[in-house]
């Protein structure tokens, strides 16, 4: 009789050593157990993704200013959340297109209530990404830049200070128009200024609204001195 009942005990220990902490089913077989990937499981073993780490930083911003509670809200929170696909889908994009600076980004669709639908948008992004390149610390815009223009110059194989005057035209447009190479490079770099005359009628078009020269050089007027730093970076990394 005690062994009986201790075999009894021993099965019910199994079956709650295979139970899926997620969502709570349970099984009999370890194989099946090792198997099993339930939504509640698949999204909290992707919460390290760059996707999901954006999104549930982007959930955070959304419920700070939506709902303020005292309460630490955890990523299985957000993963429970009934919000969690929309904000994905807002994480997804952002590593796709490359958003610069998310998180200022949600501050902007926050202030804006652009509906959470729209997150994901183009046409959004655009907006933001060209009033964002206008008031963006010129530390964090040439950083950037030198980062993006290392890559390319690393693919294209050509030296760093090259990459205006040697790279394919339209690929740097493409990247002045996705915010990677900011204006404060562009204007305040000899190559870069050579590149902006050489272009054509379309390509000053594509980039145009997002290093308006007008508006651009009343702000290099204003700010004086962060044009002297920016130029002094510039002259240390090779005169570019």
Known sequence: MNKTLKNMNTQEATKEELRCDHCKRTFIKPGSFS??????????????????????????KFYGQMQPSRKRREYRDFSESAYYLGFMRYGMYCVEAGVVNPMAYVDYLLKNNVSLDSWNSDKVYTTYLIFYLRDEDPLDAIKRSVEYMLNIAETENVQLQDVFRYVNSNKICHHIATGKISPWMLYRSKSGVEFLTNLNQDQQGIIFEYIDPERWAIKFKREADSVKQIEEIINEIGGL
Not at 35 to 60: T, Y
Request: aromatic share 12%; proline share 8%.
């Open 35 to 60: 198997k099993h990937l339930c939504e509640p499981k698949r999204r909290w073993q992707d919460r390290d993704r760059p996707a999901n780490r954006i999104a549930f930083q982007a959930w955070l």
